[in-house]
């Protein structure tokens, strides 16, 4: 150890590059910088960046003015430039250059450290983060009426709107619509190859096909048109859109609008509500909000019930490779699809996750649906020995006994409570007042009026008490 120093005693100083490739012909590239991206848990003094590889170096250089180019293909390869290991994946150059660098006496330690790394989701196979050029809509410049169209927005649970939705506007970054895949709606721009001139096409007969022609790939990839500013030809971008942006056109693509459907779309828009998980606020939520207010100035949605996820009775996402999936079929055939319904509507306030297994299943069997089937039971067995006939005249409220007066004003009272939460698009709290009601109606009105019911003689009374239950 030769001196010992403070990181930012560093900041300006210049430093040979190990590779002199990547350095540019004109400005500085190789200096020290001061950022905040890394952790002290992660080391002090100097971090390599490089800009076209890393979210956080590409920002740090853009933002410092840092000139960068890429050393590296879409394929992963090295390129011809970068003579010593062209052609050579990066994975495969890495042992060469360790060696390369302790020839040259530029090895301080190599050593094997232990990380997270990105990988294919379906295959496995290690990635590179990679600097692409992309298409992007400047939704940023609309982000005022973002944020307005999303406050007129009513929002179950309430919180969602200011809170993660809310964040989430307010944070708004120009949305990415391009995608490099094969599957895809193709991305109607067409560039010209001659002077780059570019447009945006709205319809087949645009580029000369018939409005029954196939418009996806590779089919339009083969449509050139001639270009009017030079003469050149004109072929359309390699990349399709987002599939996000088309889950917000939604509302007016299912009817064909403008083209054809616009009746349908107009009585149809916006829609009065829409429900999805949590996630989704980032999803379909953002994506159906930002196309309408780009083209209608409006939210496409009135109200939306914002919903937890499924996990496990620990909290736990629920994923295939930790084995802790509930199959809904599973449930439905043990417990039924109206007890899986019923435990959505109740188990958690609306926003919440639902912590689901068999057991929580089995109590929402046992403390709703056998109590109301064994009220019913009871009530069908005695009016069918009894031959009750419930278009007979009803005996007056008032003159009933304070069982019935008591029950039917509960109910009286649930009807209104169920009404109000419905029409605020809340289905949890009324859910759980009928699931109180029910208990009610077993364990005090059923109960404690069994005799009336049980006596031989058909009085008014014991027709009151059928006019009840009933
Ligand atoms: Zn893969
Ligand atoms: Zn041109």
């Not at 933002?63 to 010593?84: A, M, N, Q, S, W």
């Not at 699809?337 to 912590?355: H, I, K, Q």
Request: net charge negative; charged share 25%.
């Amino acid at each position: 150890i030769v001196e010992r120093m403070k990181g930012t005693d560093l900041v300006g100083l210049d430093y040979e590059p190990l590779y002199r490739y990547s350095v540019p012909e004109e400005g500085r590239a190789h200096y020290v910088v001061d950022a905040d991206f890394v952790s002290t848990e992660e080391g002090t003094g100097v971090v390599h960046t490089s800009a076209l590889y890393g979210v956080d170096d590409l920002r740090l250089c853009q933002e410092k003015g840092i000139p960068f180019r890429h050393t590296v293909g879409l394929d992963g390869e090295f390129l011809p430039y970068v003579e010593k290991f062209a052609g050579l994946h990066v994975k495969e150059a890495n042992p060469l250059i360790e060696d390369d660098l302790k020839t040259r006496g530029l090895l301080y330690k190599a050593e094997t450290i232990l990380h997270t790394y990105p990988e294919c989701w379906r295959c496995g196979t290690p990635l590179i983060y990679y600097a692409l050029d992309s298409w992007y809509v400047r939704t940023t410049e609309r982000k005022a009426e973002l944020i307005a169209n999303n406050a007129a927005t009513n929002w179950v649970p309430a919180h969602i709107k200011t809170g993660r939705m809310g964040d989430w506007l307010e944070n708004n970054v120009d949305w990415a619509i391009s995608r490099s895949r094969y599957w895809g709606t193709p991305l109607p721009f067409w560039v010209c190859d001659q002077c780059e001139e570019q447009r945006c096409i709205s319809s087949a007969a645009e580029v000369g096909l018939p409005d029954d022609a196939d418009l996806h790939r590779p089919y339009i990839d083969q449509v050139t048109i001639p270009c009017a500013k030079c003469g050149g030809v004109m072929r359309r971008i390699p990349e399709v859109l987002d599939t996000w942006f088309d889950s917000g056109s939604m509302p007016f693509a299912q009817r064909g609008h403008p083209r054809h459907g616009t009746k349908e779309f107009e009585e149809t828009f916006p829609a009065d509500f829409i429900a999805e998980a949590m996630d989704q606020t980032r999803g379909w939520f953002y994506s159906l909000l930002a196309i309408s207010t780009l083209l209608f100035k409006q939210n496409a949605y009135r109200n939306v019930i914002c919903l937890g996820l499924v996990v496990d009775p620990k909290g736990k996402k629920a994923s295939k490779s930790r084995g802790n999936v509930l199959d809904p079929n599973f449930l439905f055939d043990n417990f039924g699809s109206d007890a899986v319904r019923w435990y959505f509507y109740t188990s958690t306030p609306v926003g919440e996750n639902y912590r689901t297994s068999a057991e929580t299943l089995r109590e929402t069997v046992q403390q709703f649906f056998i109590p109301l089937w064994n009220c019913y039971s009871f009530f069908i067995t005695y009016a069918r020995l009894d031959k009750f006939d419930p278009s007979q005249s009803q005996v007056p409220v008032g003159e009933r006994h304070v069982l019935d007066r008591w029950l039917l004003s509960r109910l009286s009272g649930l009807v209104e409570t169920v009404t109000t939460g419905l029409d605020r698009y809340d289905a949890n709290e009324p859910a759980r007042k009928i699931q109180r009601f029910v208990d009610e109606l077993s364990n005090w009105y059923v109960r404690r009026s069994r005799r009336r019911f049980w006596k031989s003689q058909s009085d008014r009374d014991k027709l009151a008490a059928y006019q009840t239950l009933y």
